[in-house]
């Protein structure tokens, strides 16, 4: 590794909220932590805890990433050890190409509802409230609708959108449980700007609805256009930022999906590991 990626790294370390100096009594309950992982490991191979062992390692500052890309920066948690790259195709996968076909399927019903349904004008919230990294948006610029959180459908979103509950239903087993299934309007003149999301544990995929002409999103180094009733996924731990230069809102509907290749095993302990100790 060069010095350059050294002094990236040490720079992105610093600015993890989580890696601190451990007293004495944090260090047995870790040290009791990892012998249970390491019998886990050995037990249940195919589970890859030793994925979630390093990650969880890297996260206290306790070792060093060997392969670090200074271009994928999770302001949380980097998980190790997991095909990364800013876009996924959905032939990737046979999870994604699903989660694709469904969306596509369904996407000129879902797209009817939103734009049937007034009021949702009424139950859209700021999406720049949950975000600090857009400070110099204005409230209304970015707004979203949620559908679903903390794992289920909230109660606005099968009232108004029961046609969509019923689509994104057959995707819950896919949804990250700390995610969250939203509607996302952009409003006209908007650019979001350059930033990094949580973790590279969950992958984004939008579902255009309403896209008007001069809209792009840029990940990593490659921008795209969404394209109405078609999927994009992308990695939001690598920068991305995304722009409306039309005259009209763009709508896209946005999952957070879990990482593909995450074992069952890992799931359950990301699940616990955010509740212990990120607090998502
Ligand atoms: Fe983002």
Redesign the pocket.
Known sequence: MTTLGNSNLQEYKESLPHQQILDESDKIKLKILFSLLALLNLLFPISNVSRFEKSLKFYLGLIDHDNFNMHQKPKRLLYLGITSKPWYECCDYHALKFISDTLVKGAKDIEDEWSSNYLKKHNLVSRCESSDVHPDLKEDDWGEFVLWKEGKFTKAGRSLFPRTVKIVSKLESFVIPFGQVVFLVLKPGVALPP?H?SSNIDLTCQLGLIIPENCAIRVGNETRSWTEGQTLFFD?SFE?EAWNKSQKERVVLLLDLYHPELTKVEKFLLWFFGKAFVGY
Do not use: N
């Open positions: 930033h999301d939001h991305h």
